[in-house]
């Protein structure tokens, strides 16, 4: 492939975003789902690909035609199957940079119901899935244990984390958990936003709701995802002069040292656990790891060594969000137009299965057991951690800023003090990497009973601590 065919590919990635957006300002229950345009032009891009359109026109023309790839030819789908697992390492390397991380104390006390609630869903994730592979998908279906971890990884990593693991599901000869967990990360996003939608219609109703009274007043211009003319803030601060260096390319640079930082501390890994353990017992645990979670955490070892010596403030968060929100819609259209249909077909009922298990322990979550373990504001903080365990964090701040359009309530403040505690562990984080190969190699009970602690011990914490401090 030369570099020109490769400009095309990225080139191509324009045209979808594009149309994706068009189609989202034009049809109006879109609109109303909130879907990004990321995930339409995804959409658009599977179904103009080698898998619809290429199969329905091959039917017709002989099997060299150009239409037998549709509109999307060898070279585009190679090097947007490749993005995915790429663009994640930026999106994880930028969650911490340029943020304050203020005290533990201020994040216990402010966003702890929340975190509480949150360990609780995502660990339960594991319990259900785990479960549900150990009775059903394993000695019914043929897969391996390892598939009770999709629910977690889909589901509160989202196409991120699962386009992440990639390498380690083929690593570990589970090659078609890839395309599995992308297929619910995207189930994931549909549900979460449909359903959390009813269940604030639901809530105001049943006045469970302490701030909005009803759901309408959205303007025509937010349904279609266009900032209204008095909300249009800048994007970013300029913090340097364009003259010595682009604003943009400084901050583009410091990410890109964090991932390099995060690629050095797993080369750490690797070489020390060759030289320790794995000299004796032949492990190579640490080189399934895959590079976004440390890569988070060579965002972190890096905002902590600018916060000694950056007196001038040179990095601005909202420029380090512009460059994570960029990468997210490129790896969220490349990871659903590249999905493979037929890997989802082989295993359409092992799909669902994990997609219904999913789908109600989330639900029973924020109805069961988020009223009785936030002790205010259940509804308004819950449904954040709701959206946010079907999905993606937009699909959590989407929910929130709906039934808290003017941010009364501390569900803000306490959504964001949680992640800074819940990100580096669960929802893509260290746990979420390492669950693949500690279930493959360890087996799925031991992962199992430690999943269990950890969920009824966020259960316990928010039930009995914070539960009771109900006003």
Known sequence: MTPDQIGFTLLYLGVFLLIGKWIRVRVKWLQNLFLPSSVIGGFLALLLGPQVLGKIMGNFVGEDSFWTTGFMTPEVMEVWETLPGLMINVVFA????????????????????????????????YVIGILLAILVLSPFFGLPPMAGTLIEIAFEGGHGTAAGMQGTF???????????????????ILSGVIIGIILINWAIRKEKTNVIKDVKGFSTLRKQGIMEFEKRD??????????????????FAVVGLAVLVGYLLLQLLIWIESVTWGAFTGSDFMT????????????ILLQLFLNKIDNAHLIDQQMINRIQGFSLDILILTAIATVSLDIIGQYLVPFLLLAGAGIAWNVFGILVLAPRMIPSY?????????????????????LMRIADPKNESPAFEGFGYKQLLYEPFLGGGLVTALSVPLVYQLGAIPFLIFAAVMCITGALVGLLYFGKKKS
């Open 170 to 188: 083929e690593d570990l000869g589970f090659a078609e958990g890839y395309d599995l967990a992308i297929g619910l990360a995207t189930v994931g």
């Open 378 to 398: 259940w509804f308004e903080r819950g449904i954040g951690d709701f959206g946010q365990s079907m999905g993606i964090t937009a699909t959590g701040l989407l």
């Open 288 to 299: 399934y790891i895959p590079l976004f979670p440390l890569a988070m955490i060579g965002g």
């Open 94 to 125: 930028t969650l911490f940079l340029g943020a304050t991380i203020p005290s533990l104390k201020k994040i216990w006390n402010i966003g702890g119901p929340q975190l509480s609630f949150g360990w609780t869903i995502g660990w339960g994730q």
């Open 234 to 251: 800048p994007a970013a601060t300029m913090t340097v002069r364009p003259e010595s260096i682009e604003p943009l390319s400084l901050h």
